[in-house]
């Protein structure tokens, strides 16, 4: 299971270790470039295991001081060491033995942000996935599963706080200066979720009692200063927990929990055993500062990395092709959660929109991959949204498949029999077997196949025999590794909506499973009757999106237009909308590029209209029907051959012609009032904001300057506004006087804040057209930019390349060859944030020709810089294969 540069790791060849861990014993001299680590851990061979396999402990940029075993030291008679390995042999057999080893590492020059390191002054670790080993040499592998007892020692004014995993032991002075602090974590856990904190922070305090009625310490930890902007995320926390207890009956297990915010992450955030670490942007919050997305990702992320504790912590991986068996698991339970704290359809919706942007993006291309892997180079590349997202929509179909209520059964049971364990898929999903005693071995193959389904719908109205047909046939496209693919098990919610709204009660069903309205596909076609419908019914397929597939179906926008009305869930409703939206504005690209003009359709125009100013509907839901798909989603939705100018023209000619349209009701949405009294940053507070905002944009492709959006941005008193009026005014009126001085005045007031000035980074590196990458490399010069933070690289280049499809994809092949040499730049420090950045490259071969050349030579010049990372390297190759 060992990957060197370059090594494939293989799922096949899991095998267990021949050591078993018992107890670890952790002391860190901490010091900002020379810290000691001395490592006692107890451990015996495994039962079966040969009397002669050495131990083999993984290591990575590490000084190896010193060797013992049993106290006893040795040397390199008795172990050999290299840059990745230290390999001890003439071990004992049958009993337990304690290794001591004792290395140095420089947390100062730890630029890759794995193990320890430094952010702003602060010690911090992150382990997951193999940064342990960037600590001290050990089986840094899920499966090893120890009981870790910490003792951290450091200069005492510069690192007051010192914290670890677990229970608190005690702390005191040696009187020379330095400190020291004890954490003792009694549960069992792997070397990934080991976390050590140190610094001078400030703190936020609360407690939560359990439903066995323990008190449970909350600390949020943060720098001095912005305590008062850890309120929400502390409030997000206590309502996470509670959750947990009544959702899925799971209570915390420790008398302290803890989240550090730090300045410097590669991730989101990363759930340690009781010491959550965050990267501060999912932390800070308050209403001059944060947008009601901020608000809703802290209170996802907030709680993700809680819910953690029972998936992935108690119960963690075997190894890391499990890691859908974690993550996949936990974003459906965050999912589930901010749908239960929100609008339900309207977190529905919104998941659906970024599902499709972007794990169908990478299902369709050279990265693609199962939700379960067989095989990687670097695991650090697998943390995709295949793996979160679509994992998640896999459990989300288990749930579909049992019902709620035998879901809940088949989870209670995974806690009950695999509590302490380091499991795989199959055990998992032979829980809501054994509970529902329901077969789910066809069904397991959405672990297995890659690539997004394609379900082809013919439905058929017999008045004379009241039959309403339906003919389905899936597809699954070819994917790296996988050219053939069995069909799969596809449960798709449906009604068939009658003229006056009602869904249909047919009387039976033939052709295949039909059960609580959700309609099972398991054969490559399959033929559906529904009898005694009485009238001609419009068919309403994928409710909710109950399997993440694409449709494809012929259906009449008199159809769609019905649906869009009258289905009874209102996330079909927005389905209704955005299908028939996405099928004129293509059809209208093609218009485009034929040198015709283009308008959209009464049809959509008349069913923007009626959903936007249908005061019975929640204004978030009406700014979503109001979002028009995005030009990233046109391009996908077109497939190949792609000129980005295209899209962007033909979508801004259909906004125009439908905002001309409906200008009063716009205006009317733009003139409401969002604020009543205090901001507050509630669901429905924000869908006001959303509404409001999506006026604004809609009204900016009619108005012919920009006083309209100016007037928004002297009047925002929220960031939500501010930020949406800089965006249009900085987008619709690039280079007005108006945009220009805004985007200096928002610079000015936000100077101090690099989280704010992470959003103008953001709205100007994704200005369309072929200016701004001058304004990026501008800006990189600048005195905000810092290229080794992961926050500013992602909001700077990560903005430009990933969601700037005009400015990026210049028909000249700019963009990509300033992308190619700042992720070489970048990849030098950072390989993790370099090979993310690169993703936003993953498509290049469904661009129109000139630009797929200018995108190849790019990747090639990557190729052939030399030094790469493990990350980047496997990235392109994949990409150029
Ligand atoms: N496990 C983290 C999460 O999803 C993500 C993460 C992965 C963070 C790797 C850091 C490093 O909650
Ligand atoms: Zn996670």
Known sequence: MEATAGQVVHLADYRPTDFVLERVDLTFELDPKQTLVIQRSLMHRREGASEQAPLVLDGDELTLKAVAIDGNPIDESQYSVNDKQLVIGNLPTGVTFEVTVETIIDPEANTKLMGLYRTNGTYCTQCEAEGFRRITYFMDRPDVLGVYTITIIADGSANPVMLSNGNFLGAGDYGDGRRFSAWYDPHPKPSYLFALVAGDLGVVEDTFTTMSEREVALKIYVEHGKEARAAYAMDALKRSMKWDEEAFGREYDLDIFMIVAVSDFNMGAMENKGLNVFNDKYVLADPETATDQDYANIEAIVAHEYFHNWTGNRITCRDWFQLCLKEGLTVFRDHEFSADQRSRPVKRIAEVRHLKAEQFAEDSGPLAHPVRPQL????????????????????????????????????????????????????????????????????????????????????????????????????????????????????????????????????????????????????????????????????????????????????????????????????????????????????????????????????????????????????????????????????????????????????????????????????????????????????????????????????????????????????????????????VLAHRFPGSNEAEAAIAEFEQRFAANPLVIDKWFMIQATVPGDTTLRRVQDLMRGSHFAPNNPNRLRSLIGSFAMSNPTG??????????????????????????????????????????????????????IDLSGRLSTDVRDLIDRMLK
């Open 808 to 861: 990026f994809n210049r028909a000249d092949g700019e963009g990509y060859r300033f992308l190619a040499e700042r992720i070489v730049e970048i990849d030098g420090r950072n390989p993790q944030v370099a090979a993310r950045i690169l993703t936003s490259m993953r498509s290049w071969r469904s661009l129109e020709p000139g630009r797929a050349a200018h995108a190849k030579s790019a990747l090639l010049a």
């Open 376 to 727: 990687y180079r670097e695991i650090n590349n697998f943390y995709t949204t295949t793996v979160y997202e679509k994992g998640s929509e896999v459990t989300r179909m288990i749930a579909t498949l049992l019902g709620r209520p035998m879901f809940r059964k088949g989870m209670d049971l995974y806690f009950e029999r695999h509590d302490g364990q380091a499991v795989t898929i199959e055990d998992f999903v032979k829980c809501f077997e054994d509970v529902s005693g329901r077969d789910l071995t066809q069904f397991s193959l959405w672990y297995h196949q890659s690539g997004t389904p394609l379900v082809s719908v013919s439905a058929n109205y017999d008045a004379a025999s009241q039959e309403f047909k339906l003919s389905l046939e899936q597809m699954i496209p070819p994917t790296p590794g996988q050219q053939t693919k069995e069909p799969m098990h596809i449960p798709l919610a449906m009604g068939l909506i009658l003229e006056d709204g009602s869904d249909a009660k047919a009387a039976t069903v033939t052709g295949g499973e039909f059960t609580d309205g959700v309609l099972h596909l398991t054969e490559r076609t399959q033929t559906f009757v529904f009898e005694g419908v009485a009238n001609r019914p419009a068919l309403s397929l994928n409710r909710s999106f109950s399997a993440p597939v694409n449709l494809h179906f012929d259906q009449s926008a008199e159809d769609i237009v019905h649906i869009a009305r009258h289905d009874s869930d209102l996330f079909s409703r927005w389905q209704a909308i955005n299908y028939l939206a996405i099928q004129e504005l293509t059809a209208a690209v093609k218009t485009t590029e034929a040198g015709g003009d283009v308008a959209a359709s009464p049809a959509l125009t008349s069913i923007l209209m009626a959903t936007a100013s249908d005061e019975a509907l929640e204004p978030a839901f009406r700014a979503q029907v109001l979002a028009l798909p995005t030009e990233a989603d046109i391009a996908r939705e077109i497939g190949s051959n792609i000129d980005n100018d295209a899209i962007h023209t033909t979508r801004n000619a259909i906004m125009y012609s439908i905002a001309s349209a409906i200008a009063g009701p716009l205006e009317y949405l733009h003139a409401m009032t969002t604020n009543n009294g205090a901001f507050s940053p509630d669901a429905a507070s924000a869908g006001r904001r959303s509404l409001r905002n999506s006026a604004l944009t809609w009204l900016s492709h009619i108005d012919d300057g920009p006083a309209r959006a100016a007037a928004a941005y002297a009047a925002a008193d929220n960031m939500t506004e501010l930020a949406h009026a800089l965006t």
